[in-house]
């Protein structure tokens, strides 16, 4: 990631990345949809086309709330997955 990106996504990033021609790209990267599990990629790149289609500043908001929510899953459950190794390699 570039140090000078903001790591935080807010609604007017993202509605002035939806005016951009490759927009639907721009916004999953900053997004880091490639991070989360194959399901929650997909539904995330589902929104985020629905959002560049026709979307708005709530549309904006919801998107980044997703995103996060999901992110935090797939964190949540890398971390418990270590765990659970770490456990067994001691055993």
């Known amino acids: ?6 790591s935080e996504v ?3 990033t993202l509605l002035a990345l939806r005016q951009q021609p490759d927009a ?13 599990g194959p399901a929650d990629h997909i ?4 929104e985020v086309k629905t959002f560049v289609e ?6 904006a908001a919801e998107l ?11 964190q949540s459950a890398a971390i418990r997955m ?6 067994n390699q001691n055993l």
């Open 82 to 87: 270590s765990q659970t190794r770490s456990q």
């Open 54 to 59: 026709a979307g708005d500043a709530t549309v």
């Open 24 to 36: 639907l790209r721009l916004i999953t990267e900053k997004l880091r949809v490639k991070e989360m």
């Open 1 to 6: 990631m570039n140090p000078k990106e903001s």
């Open 64 to 74: 980044i709330r997703h995103a996060s929510e999901r992110a935090a899953v797939q």
């Open 43 to 46: 539904r995330t790149k589902h």
């Open 10 to 12: 807010t609604v007017q």
